[in-house]
């Protein structure tokens, strides 16, 4: 089974699919391998294309009028990003895109899409199931940033490898400096790691235990009545 095979899959469990829209889908996915930092849409642009995310991360980030820049979506593997309403409404882009790790996408032009719609009524379904996903990333950051700063740290864990996106962009997704990131960061490392400790100290002392209690009973067969010759 190929990347695009596993995108169709993905699709069909979301909503049903038919063989022509696989087939017609399938011949307009491009595999892409982009670099790091490589930004895949710029402010005030009209997109021109979408892509599946198969491995690696991607940040969608504003500017104000000043420079600043602000990460607002941090894409996992498995999603579908691109600058939603310019794709869909040829509007300007409001949004910033970029591969903030070496990626590996499925990528497809508007304008294949575009005649994609014309021919099958599913790729509405696809258009809905892009935005809908969209509005669920911006709700669960607006739930992150509301937290308290020692509490975001550990529920954007949750969700987001922290250990593989970088401190920059996750600390500007959660609204809080870099520095305060780190060291929250560090601060659960050190938690993750005592509890894993403790578990391990747990299995040891019940192996330690189970060991024990076999060689007690090894050495009281006579007095459980148990014959050890048999």
Request: cysteine-free; hydrophobic content about 40%.
């Amino acid at each position: 089974m190929d990347d695009i095979d596993l995108l169709l899959n993905h699709l069909n469990i979301i909503f049903p699919i038919s063989e022509e829209f696989r087939k017609d889908l399938r011949r307009i996915l491009k595999l892409r391998i982009i670099k790091k930092n490589t930004v895949l849409i710029k402010i005030n642009k009209k997109v021109k294309k979408a892509w599946w995310l198969i491995t690696g991360f991607v940040s969608a980030s504003t500017m104000d009028k000043n420079g600043k820049e602000t990460v607002v979506r941090i894409h996992l593997p498995g999603q579908i990003f691109t600058a939603f309403y310019s794709f869909f409404e040829d509007r300007l882009t409001v949004h910033k895109i970029k591969a903030v790790s070496d990626i590996k996408v499925l990528e497809i032009k508007k304008e294949d899409f575009i005649g994609l719609k014309a021919k099958h009524p599913e790729a509405m379904d696809l258009a809905t199931l892009i935005i809908l996903q969209n509005t669920r990333t911006e709700i669960e950051r607006g739930n992150l940033t509301s937290l308290p700063i020692k509490e975001k740290v550990g529920a954007f864990s949750e969700t987001y490898p922290i250990q593989n996106i970088p401190n920059s962009a996750s600390a500007s997704f959660l609204q809080m400096p870099e520095q305060d990131y780190v060291e929250q960061k560090v601060i659960l490392q050190k938690v993750n790691d005592s509890k894993d400790n403790l578990t391990h100290q747990y299995y040891k002392n019940r192996d330690e235990m189970a060991h024990a209690i076999k060689l007690y009973l090894l050495e009281n067969y006579t007095i459980l009545g148990i014959d050890k010759t048999s």
